[in-house]
C-alpha cells in the first residue's frame, strides 16, 4: 500500500515536472507569449481550418507558433510576421482577410445587399401607395361626413352596424 | 408569376452557389507559391546526412519535390505510384523526408522501393513551411528554371500522374 502511494506521489511529480518543462517558454517572457498568442488568435491552422492557430493542437500549429515566437524575438513586427505567413500560405491563413479588388464582393457585398433591399422597399411601397385611391369626397360623401360628425345621422348603415 | 418569379430566381441563385461550394475541397487550400520560385533551401540528404542537398542542385531539369513521412498513411498508399512513375523515367523525383525517424525512412525506402533520385531530411519541418507544407503528402513540380508550376495536395494516384502531371511535365520540358 505505501509502494502504491508512493508511486502514485512520483508520478504526480513526474508529470508536474513535465508540464513545467512544457510551460517554460511562457515563464520566459510572459510578455512575448502574450504577443504571440495575440498575433496567432487572428490565424487560421491549416490542419483544423476552424480553429486559430492559438487554439490548434495540430502538431503544425506548433510549429508555426514556434516560429511565430522566434520571429517576434528577432525583433520581426506583426505586419512581417503576417507578410511571412501570407507568403507561404495565403490569404486562408488570415481570419481577417485583407481589403483588396478580389475581396470587394466579400467586404462590400453585405451593404450592396442592403442598399439593393432599401431600394426595393421604397419602390414597394411607392407603389402599393398608388393603389390607395387618394380621390377627394364627392358632395354626397361629404354631407354624409358631416352628418355623422353631428351626430343627427339617420342612415341605416349607421343603424344597422350599431345593432349588430 | 411575378409574384413568385423573383424568390424562386432569387432561390435557385442560392442553391447553384451551394452547390459550387458543396464542390470545393476546403482542404485544398490554394497556393500562392505557384509560379513563384521554389524557396531555395539546404538540408542532409536522408541516405548519407554528411552530404547536403540543395534545390539548386536540380536548376536546369524539370523536378517533382514530394513532400512524405513514414509516419503517415496517405504517403504509403502514394508510394507505389511514385515507384512506377520513377520506374517510367518521365519525370525525376526528388524526396523531402519531414519530420521523420531516419532509420524509419531508410527501412521503408530498403523494403519497398525508393523512387528518389535524392532524399532531403527536414527533421524540424522548417523547409516544409517556406513551401507553405500544411500535410504530408504534397508534391511540387517545379521547371527549369527553378519556378513551381504546380502543387498536388495529398497523394499522387496514378489517374493524377496520367491526367496532371505528364501532360504538364511534357509542356515544361518543350
Redesign the interface.
Known amino acids: 500500500m505505501k509502494r502504491l502511494a508512493a508511486q502514485i506521489v512520483f508520478l504526480f511529480l513526474a508529470t508536474a515536472a513535465v508540464w513545467a518543462q512544457e510551460a517554460r517558454p511562457a515563464a520566459d517572457d510572459p510578455v512575448l507569449e502574450q504577443r504571440v498568442m495575440a498575433l496567432s488568435q487572428e490565424l487560421r491552422c491549416l490542419v483544423c481550418q476552424n480553429e486559430t492557430l492559438a487554439d490548434s493542437r495540430a502538431d503544425l500549429a506548433n510549429d508555426l507558433r514556434n516560429q511565430i515566437r522566434q520571429q517576434m524575438k528577432a525583433g520581426k513586427s506583426d505586419k512581417e510576421i503576417v507578410a511571412f505567413l501570407t507568403d507561404r500560405y495565403g490569404d486562408f491563413i488570415l481570419y481577417r482577410p485583407p481589403v483588396r479588388p478580389a475581396t470587394y464582393l466579400l467586404w462590400f457585398g453585405p451593404f450592396l445587399l442592403m442598399v439593393g433591399g432599401l431600394v426595393f422597399l421604397f419602390r414597394h411601397l411607392k407603389a402599393r401607395r398608388a393603389l390607395i385611391s387618394d380621390a377627394p369626397l364627392s358632395d354626397d360623401e361629404r354631407r354624409r361626413a358631416e352628418e355623422l360628425l353631428r351626430g343627427t345621422a339617420t342612415s341605416p348603415a349607421l343603424v344597422d352596424r350599431k345593432t349588430t | 408569376m411575378s409574384k413568385y418569379g423573383i424568390p424562386l430566381a432569387i432561390f435557385v441563385v442560392l442553391l447553384i452557389f451551394l452547390a459550387i461550394g458543396l464542390g470545393h475541397d476546403?482542404?485544398e487550400?490554394?497556393?500562392?507559391?505557384i509560379n513563384k520560385a521554389a524557396p531555395a533551401f539546404q538540408l542532409p540528404q536522408l541516405q548519407d546526412p554528411a552530404k547536403s542537398f540543395s534545390a539548386a542542385d536540380v536548376r536546369g531539369k524539370v523536378w517533382l519535390l514530394n513532400v512524405w513521412a513514414t509516419w503517415c498513411g496517405p504517403c504509403r498508399e502514394e508510394h507505389p505510384v511514385l515507384v512506377e512513375l520513377a520506374r517510367s523515367g518521365a519525370v525525376p523525383i526528388y524526396g523531402l523526408d519531414y519530420?521523420d525517424v531516419r532509420d524509419d525512412a531508410l527501412t521503408l525506402l530498403s523494403q519497398e522501393g525508393n523512387p528518389y533520385v535524392l532524399c532531403a531530411s527536414d527533421a524540424?519541418?522548417?523547409v516544409a513551411?517556406?513551401?507553405?507544407v500544411?500535410?504530408v503528402p504534397e508534391t511540387y513540380l517545379i521547371d527549369r528554371e527553378g519556378v513551381i508550376r504546380f502543387k498536388q495536395v495529398g497523394p499522387l494516384t496514378s489517374e493524377s500522374v496520367q491526367k496532371t502531371i505528364l501532360p504538364l511535365v511534357k509542356d515544361l520540358n518543350k
Open positions: 476546403p482542404h487550400v490554394p497556393s500562392p507559391l519530420k524540424d519541418g522548417r513551411i517556406d513551401y507553405g500544411y500535410g
